[in-house]
């Protein structure tokens, strides 16, 4: 039975297969759902990948690893997990946010995508994949948390007209946020697990509806890093 440190390390192994590097605006939008149709390179090479780390697990159905990265019963279940939505992350620096900077202007791509893990229709982790020299590969597999997380926002606004995503993160406070766009309003924000935490669930949201305007999201970030400086 393989351990987990063989696990992890096909994790980043599975992906070793690069594919031709594309510009940066390859990917299209910031985040792409499951319905559409997308053949992006770094998709392409994020299906490969996962097919490949299913298959170094061919021999071993009906077994499980302790702290297997990816919400399974057994690792038999991966030949049957396909992708779903997928999402470039955008970071927002600290300096942006001390100097009052707007948090939707001053988010910036990374250059990093991550990619839902769907099994029988259920999402069973995240897949991450970055651009180097030679192409894409995956570097990690995991998120079995977050990724369900993720998916409450989409299904409570995904289906809602003109709407657009993007996943933010804000690495200095821990936390990360997926920013919900209804056509020209003002982007709103669902704080994840992460975010929930830092902020000690003191930010309300003003509409009602479960987002959080950007002025009071950032308002409550920086009083979490200058929380965190003091410390």
């Known amino acids: ?3 987990m440190r ?3 390390l096909a994790a980043v192994l599975a992906g070793g297969t690069a594919f031709a590097q594309a510009p940066a605006g390859a990917g299209g939008a910031d985040f792409v759902m499951a319905t559409a149709s997308s053949s992006s390179p770094a998709r392409v090479a994020a299906m490969r990948g996962l097919h490949q780390f299913a298959a170094r697990f061919a021999g071993d159905a009906g077994q499980l690893p302790k702290g297997f990265p990816l919400d399974v019963r057994d690792v038999g279940q991966l030949r049957h997990a396909r992708l779903g939505w997928g999402f470039q992350v955008y970071d927002v620096s600290r300096a942006a946010l001390m100097s009052g900077a707007d948090m939707e202007a001053d988010a910036q791509p990374t250059g990093i995508w991550r990619y839902e893990v769907v099994l029988h229709g259920r999402p069973i982790g995240l897949l991450t994949m970055a651009r180097t020299d030679a192409g894409w590969s995956m570097v990690s597999l995991g998120g079995a948390k977050l990724v369900g997380d993720i998916q409450d926002v989409v299904g409570a606004y995904g289906k809602q007209a003109a709407t657009r995503f993007r996943y933010v993160r804000v690495p200095q406070a ?5 920013q919900v766009k209804h056509g020209a309003a003002a ?3 669902a704080p994840l697990q992460a975010a929930r935490s830092a902020l000690r669930m ?6 009602g509806s479960g987002l ?3 002025s009071a999201l950032q308002s409550q970030l920086r009083k979490v890093l200058a929380r965190d400086t003091s410390n």
């Open 187 to 189: 982007a709103q924000y």
């Open 202 to 207: 003191q930010a309300q949201a003003a509409s």
């Open 174 to 178: 821990t936390a990360d946020f997926i």
């Open 1 to 3: 039975m393989k351990n």
């Open 212 to 214: 959080l305007d950007g």
């Open 6 to 8: 063989y696990i992890l």
